[in-house]
């Protein structure tokens, strides 16, 4: 699905935020790209959308590079940023998810039924006409990603999908994202805090000062995340089997 090869990136300041990047990403995996602030997570799927261009290599998504065939590349992947404030631009919940549909010139029929379906799918369907600024912070990350979803992407990009959400904020997400990998999609989120996710992931990557230093299954990599400056979730330090925020 995702092939990224030799992958540099530099900052107009001269910053070198990613340093020979090799990865590939499998369809429908779920994979937990995690290190600490500024290890260069964000600058990784800012890439692999086509929101950054690389300094040097390629990043191919189903084929399609991200720089040359990038209309391709929009049309497969979708981004829930940070800040869902940042991505929603309607008055009213059912006006933000229709933005994106109305964008690709489909009819209304078909923009009627992806904004009534991501509605469903995200649990909006109460608040379709409520207007956004009156959200709370998990009903606005709840309405990023049931945008991005409208617009039927493949691959679904989540930068720190939990910050600054509540304990019930975070549940809720995260039962949205274990449903989105189990109906097919290709998920990857990025995180600083690992203990929400990790339990669900099929893979982890974990970056380092730009550096692409290990990936593999959780349970092989879990006792090397200290190594990094990334906090092992709470049963691994406990000795204990694997616990989900769901339960």
């Known amino acids: 699905m995702i092939q990224i090869l030799n992958l540099d990136h530099y900052y107009p ?30 600058t990784l799927i800012r890439l692999i959308s086509g929101l950054l261009k690389p300094f040097s290599g390629s990043i191919r998504v189903n084929g399609f590079n991200t720089v040359n065939e990038s209309k391709q590349v929009r049309g497969l992947i979708g981004m829930v940023f940070q800040d869902p404030d940042s991505q929603i631009v309607g008055e009213t919940v ?16 078909e923009i009627d039924e992806r904004v009534d379906w991501a509605l469903r799918v995200m649990g909006l369907e109460t608040l379709s006409e409520k ?26 990009l989540f930068d720190e999908p939990f910050s600054f959400l509540d304990y019930p904020g975070i549940q809720e997400v995260l039962k949205h994202l274990v449903h989105l990998h189990r109906e097919g999609h290709t998920l990857i989120v990025t995180t600083h805090d690992v203990e929400k996710v990790i339990a669900h992931v099929d893979r982890i990557a974990i970056i380092h000062d730009g550096e692409l230093k ?14 990094f400056g990334i906090r092992p979730p709470c049963y691994a330090l406990l000795g204990k089997e694997k616990v989900s925020w769901l339960e």
């Open 214 to 227: 290990m990936a593999g299954p959780p349970e092989e990599l879990i006792t090397k995340l200290p190594q």
């Open 13 to 42: 300041d001269g910053t070198h935020a990613l340093k020979g990047i090799n990865l590939t990403i499998s369809d429908g995996e779920f994979l937990l790209i995690c290190g600490p602030n500024g290890s260069g997570k964000t």
């Open 94 to 109: 059912r006006e933000d998810i229709t933005f994106g549909p109305e964008n690709l010139g489909l009819s209304q029929k």
């Open 131 to 156: 207007p956004c600024y009156l959200l709370s912070g998990g009903e606005k990350r709840r309405l990023a990603i049931a945008g991005v979803l409208a617009m039927s992407p493949q691959v679904i």
